[in-house]
């Protein structure tokens, strides 16, 4: 986009300087001036000049219209509207039968989110608009992701008319469908396993459910299963919108209600009120104790959470679920040796069951506590359960740094890099790695990675603080 604006800027301003330089008067050489310095500043990339420049020659002629498309091409793309808005309004009045101004209409529209998503014919003004098909696509799966549906949708809607090949939109829609209406999205649950994308599993995963529970669960139920089947998949926009469901349904169906809370907390709502009806309506559910016990350590607030789970816990004392939140729990009020107990407790009551083997490895690792005897042994074991999974490798690495087998963390980490290339820990232990033992410049590689993978991750973060400590 920058490329093609620059290019054709400076076209209109070539020849606007060509026609100046041969005219006589004094003011076509002012204007020759200006239009010099907003080439040079658009040869240079230097868009914010460029664009004033182009401003201060349109003071000389205000009339010029291969002057105003360059400065609504830079005012959209340095995002001030405003000025987009006023070259828009002249390039109407100076040649208002023109096709392209309706495409730059729809662009600013867009890009001022001002665009009606339901417009009958957006998906046909889109096509007919270089380069919108792609930015209203990218704009319908960023509303999606973000839980704005009623906007998302009928963007996605036009997207698969303007191009039905859009395999992705389409599973996109099929999910939103089956956490709002689940028989009604079993063609299209069943049709997106035609064509691979990434929410293919969670797809197939829906419709599976959806047809096992036809004519056997309640209605209420099955969106509950389904908001259960989008938090595994962290779906939780999605999750939320099926919990919604199944407490409109049945309004006392308390674990419903405690998911939707869990729900309402991890996409950035409080779920507290209702967490409270799901106690209300069952006050000795332990699942739903531990979910209430989940939300205040969520907020930091673990001396209100430590007596809910020590309830759970009085009412169902084999659960390995609540032992790993005592864990949590215990940590983050520093009784390290409670914190140490509880976790190795739920191992035990699951040895099988491999994110608890993972949760005592990051706690032993974390605090550095008995590595040896505790956190090396759980990382080999969550290992076994799940040797394709890059945690298990990158736990097992970061315990060998630790112990200062150094070639043995090189060999597990750079495994979990194989399997998890996207993951700021595993570049960020790499770099620590690589520090300790003098390769600065492998330290940098790999920190200079994580930094850049996410950068409001925790990791990421430490990691650009120790490239700023070494390159001080």
Known sequence: MMTYMRENGLKSIVVLL???????????????????????????????????????????????????????????????????????????????SSEDLKCAVLKLQHARSEIPANTPDLAAQSIECPGMIDSLRQLGIDLFNAGFFDAAIPLLENQVIAQPESYQEQTMLALYAAANDPESAIDQLRESQAHPNQYMRLALDLLILIQDSQNRDSPAYLYAMIGQAFARADEWYLAHEAFKNATHIDPDYAQAWGYLGVSQDNIGLDGEDALHEALRLSPVDPLLLILEAMHFNRKGEASIALPILERAAALDDENPAIAAELGHTYASLGDLESARLAYTQATLLAPEEPSFWHLLAEFSLRYELDITALGLPAARNALILQPFLGQSWRSLGYAHYLLEDFPLAQRALLRAVDITPTDPTTHYYLGLLFQTQGRSEEAIAAWTMASGLSPDHTYAQLAQRALENLTR
């Open 18 to 96: 060509v026609l100046a330089a041969f005219a006589p008067s004094a003011l076509p050489h002012a204007l020759f001036r200006t239009l010099n310095q907003a080439q040079s500043a658009l040869e240079h990339n230097h868009q914010t000049e460029a664009l004033s420049a182009i401003e201060q020659a349109l003071l000389f002629e205000p009339a010029i219209q291969g002057l105003h498309q360059p400065a609504l091409d830079l005012a959209m793309n340095l995002g001030n509207w405003d000025q987009a808005e006023t070259h828009l309004l002249a390039l109407k009045a100076l040649d208002p």
